[in-house]
């Protein structure tokens, strides 16, 4: 009884403390994030550079992307934490997140092939709104009019970024879209997970679910004869080194976005992921000729304002809320 009343204190002690002299953190996790998310289209860029330019396999990429992040990961993870920080909670439902992330990105390298990069980013951003809807079906969250709004009208605002170039691409236009499915539902599984262990070792285990989902899907994609889902042997060291590239970019920008969000809320530095808009944008006209037409960059707008109406509702909504207040202050509620 005295142990736990001791934890209890102490953590309280913790808390306030962490609270104290972290008051100016908000602002470092602002920088921080907003370098993640310039560097996340980086990524995605030298995937589509591979499957433009050199014709190599969505699946492949993905697979070398999770591969060399992987290769990265454990040597850091073992310099920082030790043999200890490899252990982890339930890392079976950590392996099964990570193959909602392997799935997702074969579909969303795929569609890099063809659509323009901020294209598709723009239409991923309609993630945060599935992520609303599944939220109320699974965990019976309540949706206001407010939610649903923003909703609609994100989903409005991807069917202008999408409508041109499912002229074009037809359903391939549509891969985005079930990247950001796939991506919330893994978000979903997160909050149910909870932090299970270091960012590091999570996004390892993610990482082993993420190879080994697109493993299946190669095994799959070659008995069917999918060249997008084939497994192909690298043939030239820059199609290696641009493999390793993505994989390190993935693994740097994320490790940033994580690191940002034990600096600062998390309803202050979502709507910092609609800057890879700028970046994707930059990136698409110098490597690849690319620019959104004037109804793709329309519905551009709808989806990030929506996006950041969305945010902003759920940070007012969670400022209302009462907070409970201890009897005593060295008490943890």
Do not use: C
Not at 39 to 45: E, I, R, T
Not at 176 to 196: D, K, N
Not at 280 to 291: H, M, N, R, V
């Amino acid at each position: 009884m005295v142990g736990s009343v001791n934890r209890r204190d102490g953590d309280a002690m913790k808390s306030a403390l962490t609270i104290d002299d972290n008051r100016f953190e908000p602002i470092r996790g602002l920088i921080v994030m907003s370098a993640a998310t310039l560097l996340m289209p980086v990524m995605d860029s030298m995937a589509k550079v591979l499957g433009v330019f050199f014709d190599f396999p969505a699946a492949e990429i993905t697979l070398g992307r999770f591969v060399f992040q992987a290769m990265l990961t454990v040597p850091i993870l073992f310099l920082i934490e030790g043999a200890r920080g490899f252990r982890i909670d339930r890392p079976l439902m950590n392996i099964v997140r990570g193959s909602f992330v392997g799935a997702g990105s074969v579909l969303f390298f795929a569609s890099l092939k063809f659509m323009p990069l901020a294209d598709a980013i723009a239409v991923f951003f309609v993630e945060p709104f599935i992520l609303t809807i599944l939220s109320a079906i699974f965990l019976k969250e309540k949706i206001g009019w407010h939610r649903s709004m923003s909703v609609v009208m994100g989903f409005f605002g991807a069917v202008l970024v999408i409508q041109p170039s499912f002229a074009v691409f037809g359903v391939v236009s549509l891969y985005p879209l079930g990247t950001a499915t796939l991506f919330a539902f893994y978000l979903l599984l997160s909050r149910q997970l909870g932090t299970s262990g270091s960012a590091l070792a999570m996004q390892l285990y993610a990482g082993i679910g993420g190879a080994g989902v697109v493993l299946v899907i190669m095994l799959f994609g070659t008995a069917a004869g999918l060249r997008e889902l084939t497994f192909t042997v690298p043939e030239t060291p820059v199609i290696w080194l641009l493999l390793a590239s993505v994989g390190l970019a993935g693994l740097v920008s994320h490790f940033l976005a994580t690191f940002a969000f034990q600096l600062a809320p998390a309803s202050l530095l979502a709507p910092l992921q609609y800057l890879e808009i700028i970046s994707a944008t930059l990136l698409g006209l110098l490597i690849f000729g690319e620019a959104p037409n004037a109804l793709s960059w329309l519905g551009i707008v709808i989806v990030v304002a929506s996006g950041i109406y969305l945010f902003w509702r759920e940070q007012k909504v969670a400022r209302r809320k009462p907070v409970a207040i201890p009897d005593k202050p060295w008490q943890a509620p």
